[in-house]
């Protein structure tokens, strides 16, 4: 999973997970292969890649354009 380096931004409310904490999250939702999924506000992609390995799609949607080349 690519992680960049910056730091959230408080004016955005941002609030970024890292690996453990998406991994915990993602046991606890009942996701089918057939399941697509908007997931809003991406971030560093931690949900998202996982999220990609479940469904058949993801679209994941961020405004903070420091995020959309690791989305991509």
């Not at 998406?22 to 997931?39: C, F, G, K, N, S």
Request: no cysteine; charged share 20%; net charge neutral.
């Amino acid at each position: 999973m690519p992680r960049s380096s910056y730091p959230p931004l408080k004016s955005l409310s941002q609030n970024f997970l890292n690996e453990a904490q998406a991994r915990h999250l993602m046991d606890r939702i009942p996701l089918t292969p057939q399941d697509q999924v908007v997931e809003l506000g991406a971030g560093q992609g931690a949900m998202t890649f996982l999220l990609a390995e479940r469904v058949s799609q993801v679209l994941a949607v961020e405004i903070d354009v420091r995020s959309s080349k690791p989305l991509m």
